[in-house]
Nanobody, 125 residues
């Protein structure tokens, strides 16, 4: 089992940047693919980005391609989401998630086994 704790959310103006971090407990971090999903008020949770356990495969939602970058530091048991050119529509609670599986299902909520508590990101126009 793995426990996930997100940090780095906040309020920024449109066009700004933020870096989210997710610290994982346990010594099996390398065994997990990691991802970020988000949920805006009144909307369903949606996939943002994912990274395979060796960092060799990355997947992004079309809405964030070219603006967001997911990365991981296995020595620190941490996954990051670097967010640039932020838009008001990026406003949401961002969740870190972990899974041992990989494939098309990572772009849905079904593949993810462990979740963090979420961190709020608010983008002002």
């Amino acid at each position: 089992q793995v426990q996930l704790v997100e940090s780095g959310g906040g309020l920024v103006q449109a066009g700004g940047s933020l870096r989210l971090s997710c610290a994982a407990s346990g010594r099996t971090f390398r065994s997990y693919a990691m991802g970020w999903l988000r949920q805006a008020p009144g909307k369903e949770r949606e996939f943002v980005a994912a990274i395979w356990r060796d960092g060799g495969s990355l997947v992004y939602a079309d809405s964030v391609k070219g603006r967001f970058t997911i990365s991981r530091d296995d020595a620190k048991n941490t996954v990051y989401l670097h967010m640039n050119s932020l838009k008001p529509e990026d406003t949401a609670v961002y969740y870190c998630a972990a899974t041992t599986r990989w494939g098309p299902a990572v772009t849905t909520g079904r593949a993810w086994d462990y979740w963090g508590q979420g961190t709020q990101v608010t983008i002002s126009s």
